[in-house]
């Protein structure tokens, strides 16, 4: 199986914890570049997860466009995870991508768009990270209970296993589904959904009303009627 080299792109607070799962991951996968706009952060992932041998970017587009870079992992503020993506995905890069995955369901349709024209592998944070504490009590690292019922997600567990890094196990996953074929645990349908739950939930709060969720992930919630 060939390295999977990757490209990250915002190199600020989580990305130094995605580092460390791309680096846990070493075997399978090698950090290749980062992009970012304070050139410092660059270097401080770069001299301390990838050696200091990846190239470093001041504009993402050039890491898009860099040949030797296969996926990119992108750490952005929300409000420029769309952009990304769709750069992204018109380079034919796979995709794992911070939550939340955007910022509307308007640009939650427009990524929908760029992965179905593309077919990229695209996968997010969020969902898989609940599903793997659950599993494994993974959060914090330590023993843990989990409390989220939302939208699915497992049953409250009890650590038995040893702990592992929640981006460990989802970078991961992430090359199981890359490298193996896996099933994608968090793909663009599910964080999608998320969000249009979360934005379902607000407009139920303001409006007083009972809000209906189309089956459609990046439609909007609709008032129900008679309810
Ligand atoms: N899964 C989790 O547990 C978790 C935890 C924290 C943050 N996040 C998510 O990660 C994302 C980033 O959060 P953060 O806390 O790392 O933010 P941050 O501000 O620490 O890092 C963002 C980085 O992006 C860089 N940046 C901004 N605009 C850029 C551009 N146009 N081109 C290149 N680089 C640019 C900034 O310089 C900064 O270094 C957010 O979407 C957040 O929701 C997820």
């Known amino acids: 199986m060939s390295t999977l080299k990757v490209g990250i792109?915002?190199?600020?607070?989580?990305?130094?914890?995605?580092?460390?799962?791309?680096?846990?991951?070493?075997?399978r996968a090698q950090m290749v570049a980062f992009a970012d706009v304070t050139p410092e952060r660059?270097?401080?992932?770069?001299?301390?997860?990838?050696?200091?041998?990846?190239k470093e970017y001041s504009d993402y587009h050039d890491?898009?466009?860099?040949?030797?870079?296969?996926?990119?992992?992108i750490c952005l503020p929300h409000h420029l995870h769309t952009d990304a993506i769709i750069a992204a995905a018109g380079a034919g890069k796979s995709i794992l991508c911070e939550k939340p995955l955007c910022t509307s369901l308007a640009d939650a349709a427009r990524i929908d768009g760029a992965l179905k024209e593309t077919g990229v592998t695209f996968s997010t944070v969020n969902a898989w990270h609940f599903e793997v504490s659950g599993e494994l009590?993974?959060?914090?690292?330590?023993?843990?209970?989990?409390?989220?019922?939302?939208?699915?997600?497992?049953?409250?567990?009890v650590l038995e296993n040893?702990?592992?890094?929640?981006?460990?196990?989802?970078?991961?996953?992430?090359?199981?589904?890359?490298?193996?074929g896996a099933e994608c645990r968090a793909p663009f349908s599910q964080a999608a959904r998320v969000l249009q739950l979360t934005m379902g939930a607000y407009a139920a709060v303001q409006k007083g009303v009972v809000i209906d969720l189309p089956e459609n992930p990046v439609e909007p919630g609709v008032p129900s009627k008679g309810k």
């Open 9 to 27: 792109i915002g190199a600020g607070g989580i990305a130094v914890q995605h580092a460390m799962g791309w680096r846990d991951n070493g075997a």
């Open 42 to 54: 660059n270097q401080y992932l770069n001299q301390n997860y990838a050696g200091g041998k990846a």
């Open 63 to 73: 890491l898009i466009a860099d040949p030797n870079v296969d996926a990119v992992d």
């Open 137 to 157: 009590g993974a959060i914090a690292g330590g023993r843990s209970k989990l409390a989220h019922q939302l939208h699915g997600w497992a049953e409250p567990a």
């Open 162 to 180: 040893a702990p592992i890094h929640s981006f460990t196990a989802e970078i991961t996953h992430f090359l199981d589904v890359v490298q193996d």
